[in-house]
T-cell receptor, first 111, second 114 residues
Framework: SQQGEEDPQALSIQEGENATMNCSYK?????LQWYRQNSGRGLVHLIL?????REKHSGRLRVTLDTSKKSSSLLITASRAADTASYFC???????????FGTGTRLKVLA | GAGVSQTPSNKVTEKGKYVELRCDPI?????LYWYRQSLGQGPEFLIY????????DSGLPNDRFFAVRPEGSVSTLKIQRTERGDSAMYLC????????????FGEGSRLTVL
């Protein structure tokens, strides 16, 4: 089962532009994470935000979390062609250590 | 090893055959996860181990699927009487203890059932 849903499903932007993708989830959580996956490869952890945090930064990444709306957003600033990948959110369903992934956003950054 | 290792990277089998997929987690990681991913979809949770025991196996689709982790390190996902619908990428991830959140993924085992 999928706990989270990302939107948009696909996003195509020019290099240098910002990319924003959103994640909505269904149950209460302890934390929410974002992962990146290059085609045919494993997932790579990007950033984790805890339920008592509202915003977190890491390099060109900015994540926000709104627990009242059960939603999160990932912003990638000044995108590069190398950012082309699929991005997934993951939540620890109902405070367990069972991490459920969303459906993903496929980002394409055009050089 | 430095990362999570999965073998084989590719497995082609015939319908009805038995398959084993192996995951070697990062040394010292007590939590181990198995996911299944179909093309264009997100990873689907299968099972999660804390040490040697399966803490949550609610994602295993049916009794043809079974996973073990006898010594709390290497894990094997076993699929009996494979069906064409089992074709997917099987991903393994490990975590220091589950509570820390960050999952470290292997490169996956791509299973094709003909």
């Amino acid at each position: 089962s999928q706990q989270g849903e990302e939107d948009p499903q696909a996003l195509s932007i020019q290099e240098g532009e910002n990319a924003t993708m959103n994640c909505s989830y269904k149950t209460s959580i302890n934390n929410l994470q974002w992962y990146r996956q290059n085609s045919g490869r494993g997932l790579v952890h990007l950033i984790l935000i805890r339920s008592n945090e509202r915003e977190k930064h890491s390099g060109r990444l900015r994540v926000t979390l709104d627990t009242s709306k059960k939603s999160s957003s990932l912003l990638i600033t000044a995108s590069r062609a190398a950012d082309t990948a699929s991005y997934f959110c993951a939540t620890d369903s109902s405070g367990t250590y069972k991490y459920i992934f969303g459906t993903g956003t496929r980002l394409k950054v055009l050089a | 090893g430095a990362g999570v290792s999965q073998t084989p990277s590719n497995k082609v089998t015939e319908k009805g055959k038995y398959v084993e997929l192996r995951c070697d987690p990062i040394s010292g990681h007590t939590a181990l996860y198995w996911y299944r991913q179909s093309l264009g979809q997100g990873p689907e949770f299968l099972i999660y181990f804390q040490g040697t025991g399966a803490a949550d196996d609610s994602g295993l689709p049916n009794d043809r699927f079974f996973a073990v982790r006898p010594e709390g390190s290497v894990s094997t996902l076993k699929i009996q009487r494979t069906e064409r619908g089992d074709s997917a990428m099987y991903l393994c991830a490990s975590s220091l203890n589950g509570a820390t959140g960050e999952l470290f993924f292997g490169e996956g085992s791509r299973l094709t059932v003909l």
